[in-house]
Structure formats: C-alpha cells, structure tokens
C-alpha cells in the first residue's frame, strides 16, 4: 500500500535553532516528491520539489534531501523563526497513469518559540 | 491573480441539510481537486477533474457530487450532511504535466 509516514508528528524548538523533519514513503512508482508548509487556517503552499534524480533542493533556509534508494526524504529549517511556526507536509506523487496521483503525508506540526 | 478561492470560510450544518462548497481558480489550470483534512491526517482525496465536464472519484467520495462546468468553477456537494463529514475541505488546482497543486484556504464545516 503506497503510504508516506512523516515524523515527528509534533516539534518545538527556539528561535534560531536548526530543526529537521523526516519522510519515509512506499510509494511506487515514484515521480516526485515535494514539501508543503501549511500554516494555520491557510492551505499547504510548496517550499521544495525533488525528482528521482535529486538529492538536495534548498529554498531559503529551507533544504530538502531525497535518498531514493531508501525512499526517505528530511526537511532542514536553519536559523529557525517565529514564523516559521506551521505544519510541514511530505507529497509523494505518481504520475504513471497520465494524471499525478498524490500521496500526503500527515504533516509535522512545528512551533518556534521566543 | 487571486490563485484558488473558496467560499465560505466557515460554516455549521444540522444533520441531513445539504450545502455546496464553492471552489474557483483564475490560473486557467485544466486539473482540480477536492480534499478533506481531518485532524491528524493527511489530505484525503474526494473527487478530482481533468477538465471542464470530466469528473471522476477520489478515495473518498461517499456522501459528496462535483459538477465541472467551467474551466474556473468546481463546486462540491453536500446532500445530507453527517457528523463524518466534519472536516476541513480544500481545492486545489494544477496544469497538466506539472504536479505542484495551488491549494485554495479552506473551508471548515461542522456537522451537529
């Protein structure tokens, strides 16, 4: 059964501090996989996009790592803050029958305190 | 451009009434879905469209119709609300042959 398991489900750190957010998927066959931030009472908005190919994508103190081979993928937020207080989201897309299929993950939710 | 719109914001309903969440995109993109997020689950997907008069079910579409008359326009419905249906529900939209979906904010019902 093609699942994404994100971890943890919940985190705080300081403002400043460096966090880290893991993906595991299932999914196959792979096309994409790329990471959302949600934050709250707003629908998800794309921070990153990695290919098959891909190992790091960064966007901003965001970076994104993709291991194909263990189909796991992690998001490092560096220099963390207040803002970027939100649930982060793991999509794993398919797009062999013509039209993506997404597979979400249930999201981390991170807090940034002062 | 206003990106993905959706209309209303919040909204209770009692058992058994029917309601339509209304969804609109001005990007021209061919692809929209309907989502429901419960609390601490991932998006779950309740019908998508490939095209104006193509609609086609998602993995949970029981108790819920979409209509695709317009590119622009992807109402769903509700015909008799249940306590299940409790949920969070966002549109999305994308173009074909590019998997970045542009989620619109939401609409939050409650059923009692």
């Known amino acids: 059964k093609n699942q994404v398991e994100q971890s943890p489900q919940s985190l705080i750190i300081l403002e400043g501090k460096n966090c880290t957010l893991q993906?595991?998927?299932?999914?196959?066959?792979?096309?994409?996989l790329r990471w959302y931030k949600q934050d709250t009472g707003r629908g998800p908005v794309s921070l990153t996009i990695?290919?098959?190919?891909?190992n790091t994508k960064s966007n901003g103190r965001y970076t994104a790592t993709l291991d194909a081979d263990t189909k796991q993928s992690s998001l490092h937020i560096t220099a963390s803050q207040l803002s970027d207080s939100a649930s982060y989201i793991c999509v794993v897309s398919d797009s062999t029958s013509g039209t993506y299929k997404y597979i979400f993950g249930t999201g981390t939710r991170l807090k940034v305190l002062a | 451009n206003a990106g993905v719109t959706q209309t209303p914001k919040f909204r209770i309903l009692k058992i058994g009434q029917s309601m339509t969440l209304q969804c609109a995109q001005d990007m021209n993109h061919n692809y929209m879905y309907w989502y429901r997020q419960d609390p601490g689950m991932g998006l779950k997907l309740i019908y998508y469209s490939v095209g104006a008069g193509i609609t086609d079910k998602g993995e949970v579409p029981n108790g819920y119709n979409v209509s695709r008359s317009t590119t622009e326009d992807f109402p769903l419905r509700l015909e008799l609300a249940a306590p299940s249906q409790t949920s969070v529900y966002f549109c999305a939209s994308s173009s074909p042959g590019q998997s970045r979906q542009y989620f619109g904010p939401g609409t939050r019902l409650t059923v009692l």
């Open positions: 993906c595991n998927y299932t999914v196959s066959p792979f096309s994409n």
């Open positions: 990695m290919t098959f190919s891909e």
